[in-house]
């Protein structure tokens, strides 16, 4: 039998029976001691194959400022694409922290 056969089956009584008497129970009398404690942990790392979803749009820059960009950009390694959006990134971050509730 596969899964999506064993999650279309019917509930019996006794399992809806079941469940109705969990869903009533005040959250304070409900088990919790084998949910081990949330500790505050660090050295959290991104999962390095995340990739945040982005959009292609097209934006007219000056020409000294995308001169300065590819330069910075083959110093530091990168396109000068991936450079002009770590710089706007950056500064949005600073915007917000600076002006809460945008």
């Keep these: 039998m596969s899964l999506d056969q064993i999650a279309a089956r019917p509930l019996t009584q006794r399992q809806r029976s079941q469940i109705d008497a ?4 005040p959250d304070d009398r409900i088990d919790t001691s084998d949910i081990p404690e949330l ?16 959009q292609s749009i097209t ?23 991936t450079l002009i959006r770590q710089l706007l990134h950056d500064a949005l971050q600073r915007e917000v922290a600076r002006k809460p509730g945008l």
């Design 22 to 25: 969990l869903a009533s129970l």
């Design 59 to 81: 934006i007219r820059l000056n020409a000294p400022d995308i001169a300065v960009a590819k330069d910075l950009s083959k110093k530091r390694g990168l396109p000068y694409q």
């Design 39 to 54: 500790k505050a942990t660090t050295g959290w790392v991104r999962n390095p194959l995340y990739r945040p979803l982005t």
